[in-house]
């Protein structure tokens, strides 16, 4: 069902798009109109292509296929992904430049479990051969006590990286990471080493280690309540609290305690 969205002006102006052909760029913005409440729709070209251009002969796969490369700076403007059979796109920073109204229905297609990752690898199955994501490949890979950062393949950002080893509760990864590229101002080097520094210090609270960890939050509340902002009570033990750079060598292995 389409919605209404927002166009900002400054859609006009933006020099990433502005490199896009018009074609792409009214694809980007039609995909909007047909996009659920967290961005996300099915990713049927035929289906699109009748409900954004009824009277225009484009090829709209070639459209989505420019919009879901990198940018110059690195990010995307969707990504295109997979869960089970069902092919999906979800536009990227969404929430940055749409409102959609309370009343509207929560997505009932689940988010990207990696984000895109520019290297695509082809692998063979059974005699065919398809395209997958290297993320995609490692993200039930465990982080031993060698595994060099830079090697795990998992989601492209390192400071997420970085509060995902540190956060004590691994639960709901995928939720985790929806928080996450909705923090602003986006995470630096100050920001990743407070919460690691706030992490490290709650682990050792009474509240965190009561029954076994039971009450500690979920790393996607922790995100979206901005957590690293708490104050610990007076007399927390802080002695131990380090941050995930104290637990690298001089090579870059993570020497740390185990995942």
Known sequence: MPRIRYLKPEFFTDEDLGDLSL?????????????????RLEDRPRFLKAMIFPYD??????SLDVLSQAKQNGNYFIHRYQIEKLKLIQIINWDKHQKPHHTEADSKYPPPDTP???????IKEKGTEKQNNPS????????????RLKSTGLYNCPFFQRFWISFPKKEAKGKAWEEWIKIN?????????????????????????KEGGQFIPLPSTWLHQRRWEDEPTKGSDTGNAKTFLEYLDDEGNYIGPED
């Not at 792409?24 to 047909?34: H, I, S």
């Not at 895109?116 to 082809?122: A, L, R, S, Y």
């Open 23 to 39: 074609e792409a760029r009214l694809v980007f913005a039609g995909l909007w109109c047909y996009a659920d409440k967290s961005g």
């Open 57 to 62: 002969d484009i090829d709209i796969e070639k």
């Open 116 to 122: 895109p990752n520019k290297e695509k690898i082809t």
């Open 136 to 147: 995609t490949e490692l993200r039930n890979v465990p982080l031993t006590g060698r595994t």
């Open 185 to 209: 101002p986006k995470p630096d080097e100050n920001i990743i080493t407070h919460m690691e520094k706030t992490i490290a210090i709650f682990i050792n609270t009474e509240q965190w280690m």
